[in-house]
């Protein structure tokens, strides 16, 4: 078998609903999009084609090119099992630069875009084809990523990928506390591909000071995305996106982005005892 098979994704998510009453800190710039599975229902969304730099989350993308053509059986080398597990488990920075070069770089995300049908994620600018991190996309997109995930890829690619998200490790490789947003508002029966960048001691994916604004994207203010499954059988897709005001600190934005989540309406969640304010609690 070559490739996925290419199936249509549930209607125009961009259009289900109006922007909602989404509480989004001041100083904040956020999108979201939460698609309740259940129901075929968007329950809440805000700005959901606006473009953010994607962080980590491009990760999702790397990991199902990786996978594309190794059906039937989607057997993968033992090293190439080792590197995608840390990459989607712990957010690794390295796995996911050695799948970027080998794989064809921004060609990676111009397969998956025409194999998922996004409509708004592109490569890095033309000035950075390198940083994976400052690839396009849009919390529309992600929900799209997810349907195709759960819904149309082949059994072995969803376990393999969704198998790992729900093993999320709570801090990165990078020693970064990734347990923000869905990780935190949620206990149990969830899945997660989180994403950092531009705070200090972060990845050198994360911001470029020198170009503020390359092809749309923000690349100066401090990013959080939180992106994953909640409830269930993967009840409810989440995908919320956010920059930050310069000097934010990581234990900022991270309370910001939970406390946002937690006034979402996400179906089928349990919700965990007490929000935690600060990474670690």
Do not use: C
């Not at 709570?170 to 950092?196: H, M, N």
């Amino acid at each position: 078998m070559s490739g996925f098979p290419v199936l249509p994704l549930r209607g125009e998510l961009s259009a289900v609903l109006p922007a909602s009453s989404v509480a989004v800190p001041p100083g904040v710039t956020a999108g979201v999009t939460v698609f309740d599975r259940d129901t075929g229902r968007i329950t809440e969304q805000l700005n959901p084609d606006l473009r953010f730099r994607s962080a980590s989350v491009v990760k999702l993308l790397i990991a199902l090119d990786l996978l594309w053509d190794r059906g039937p059986a989607y057997e993968l080398t033992a090293a190439d099992r080792d590197r995608l597990e840390v990459m989607l488990r712990s957010s690794d920075d390295d796995a996911a630069s050695h799948y970027w070069d080998e794989l064809g770089a921004g060609d990676i995300v111009d397969r998956m875009v025409a194999r998922l049908g996004l409509t708004h994620t592109a490569r890095p600018p033309a000035t950075h084809p390198g940083f994976w991190g400052y690839v396009a996309i849009t919390p529309a997109d992600t929900v799209r990523i997810y349907l195709y995930l759960l819904e149309h890829a082949p059994a072995p690619v969803r376990e393999i990928v969704m198998g790992h998200l729900h093993q999320a490790t709570r801090t990165g490789t990078d020693g970064f506390d990734q347990y923000f947003g869905i990780a935190s508002v949620f206990d149990g029966d969830f899945g997660i591909k989180q994403g950092w960048s531009g705070f200090a001691g972060s990845s050198g994916f994360g911001s470029d000071r020198a170009k503020p604004d390359a092809a749309g994207i923000d690349l100066t203010s401090e990013a959080l995305h939180t992106t994953g499954t909640v409830g269930p059988g993967d009840r409810t897709i989440v995908a919320v996106y956010t920059l930050h005001p310069a000097g934010t600190a990581y234990e900022q934005a991270y309370a910001d982005v939970t406390r946002l989540v937690g006034t979402l309406d996400i179906p089928g969640g349990t919700p965990a005892a007490k929000l935690p304010g600060v990474p670690g609690d």
